[in-house]
C-alpha cells in the first residue's frame, strides 16, 4: 500500500515534537508513504521570480507554531507499534519539489557565534538537473537528504522543540541519509509517530553556518515494524555503510557515544571482541562530525560494508 502526505495547516506541526500529537494518518508495517515538506517562515521566502507553493503560504497563515523550530509533516502512525519496538525507515527517494530554497546565519548561531552579522541568500534550483545556482554563481549537484527524521519522544518528555535531535531521532542533519539509506529508531510512543521536514538541498558535514540549503522535498518511504527489539538510539545503514551516532552538547561526549555504539553493534553480530572492533576502527572506520550548531551536537561513526563482510560469524545487521 503506497499513501501520499501532502504538509498542510492540518498535516504539519510547527517547531515540536509530543508522543500526545494525534497521528494524521495510520499505516501498515511494509506500507510506503510518499511525504512532501515545506521549509522557512515568511521571512525566509526568495524574492519575485520564484514560485511559493501556496501550502506554504497557508500554513504560514493558519498553521499553530509553538516553538522555535522545523514545520514537520506528520505524525504517521505505524499500527501495531509500541514502546520497545524498533521502526525501520527504508528511504526510497528523496528529491526536490521547489525551484529556490534559502540559507541563512544568525549572529549568535552557527559554529562561530558572534562572528558574523545575521544574512540570508536564496539559491535557484533546477528541479529536474537537481542543481542548485548560488547568487554568485557557483553550481552545486544536489545530494538532497531529511534535516529531521523522528519518532514522537517518550511521553515522559513532554513537548519538546525539534531543534535538538535525541534518542527518538529528530534533528540529525546527517547528510549520509539520504535515498537508499535505511534509519533505524527506537519507539517510544504508541504508533511510533513518524514525523520528517527539513528538507536540505545539499549541505557539509558540520552545517556549520546553522543552515544548510533549506528547500521543500518529497521522500518516499517505507516502514517495517520490528516487535521488542530493545534499541535505545537511532542507527543506520547506507548501501556501503553500517552508521552510528551520537548527540551531545559536548562533541567529545557525542564522539566517544557514536564510537561505542558502533563497537557494541559490530561485536553483535560479528565473532570479533569489543577489543577487535575498537581497534578494527581505528584502522578502517571514519568517525565524522554530523552537525555543531543544534545544541546537542553531532557524531557519526561509519564502517564499510566491504569490511564488515570479511569479518568471521557475520550475522544479519538486524541481529542483537
Known amino acids: 500500500m503506497t499513501h501520499v502526505l501532502k504538509p498542510t495547516p492540518e498535516t504539519v506541526h510547527w517547531g515540536w515534537f509530543d508522543a500526545r500529537l494525534a497521528p494524521v494518518l495510520t499505516v501498515e508495517s511494509g506500507d510506503r508513504v510518499q511525504i512532501e515538506s515545506v521549509s522557512g517562515g515568511p521571512v525566509n521566502l526568495p524574492p519575485e521570480g520564484h514560485v511559493v507553493p501556496p501550502e506554504l503560504r497557508d500554513i504560514h497563515a493558519r498553521a499553530e507554531r509553538r516553538q522555535v523550530g522545523h514545520i514537520l509533516t506528520g505524525p504517521v502512525a505505524i499500527a501495531g507499534a509500541r514502546p520497545g519496538d524498533m521502526l525501520e ?52 549537484e544536489l545530494a538532497p537528504f531529511f534535516g529531521v527524521m523522528g519518532v514522537a519522544p517518550p511521553e515522559g518528555w513532554g513537548e519538546i522543540p525539534t531543534i535538538q535531535p535525541r534518542a527518538h531521532g529528530g534533528n540529525l542533519d546527517n547528510k549520509e541519509l539520504g535515498a537508499g539509506a535505511t534509519l533505524y529508531l527506537p519507539v517510544w510512543a504508541e504508533g511510533a509517530l513518524f514525523s520528517c521536514g527539513d528538507g536540505h538541498g545539499i549541505q ?11 528547500t521543500g522535498l518529497r521522500g518516499t518511504f517505507e516502514f517495517h515494524l520490528h516487535k521488542g527489539k530493545g534499541w535505545d538510539y537511532p542507527r543506520a545503514e547506507t548501501p556501503t555503510h553500517l552508521i552510528t551516532m551520537g548527540m551531545h552538547e559536548d562533541l567529545d561526549t557525542a564522539a566517544r557515544d557514536a ?10 553480530i560479528t565473532d570479533l571482541s569489543r577489543t577487535d572492533v575498537y581497534m578494527l576502527m581505528s584502522l578502517t572506520g571514519d568517525l565524522r562530525i554530523t552537525q555543531v550548531v543544534n545544541g546537542e551536537k553531532g557524531s557519526h561513526a561509519m564502517l564499510a560494508k566491504s569490511v564488515l563482510e570479511t569479518l568471521p560469524g557475520l550475522k544479519p545487521v538486524l541481529q542483537g
Not at 204 to 214: K, N, P, R, W
Not at 259 to 268: A, F, G, H, N, Q
Open 89 to 140: 525507515v527504508r528511504i526510497l527517494d528523496v528529491a526536490p519539489w521547489m525551484d529556490w530554497g534559502y540559507t541563512a546565519c544568525r549572529t549568535l548561531g552557527g559554529a562561530l557565534p558572534g562572528e558574523f552579522e545575521a544574512a540570508q541568500i536564496h539559491s535557484a534550483i533546477d528541479i529536474d538537473a537537481r542543481k542548485a545556482r548560488l547568487p554568485w554563481g557557483t553550481e552545486l
Open 204 to 214: 557539509g558535514d558540520g552545517e556549520v553556518c546553522l543552515t544548510a540549503i533549506e
Open 259 to 268: 564510537l561505542r555504539r558502533m563497537i557494541d553493534w559490530v561485536s553483535e
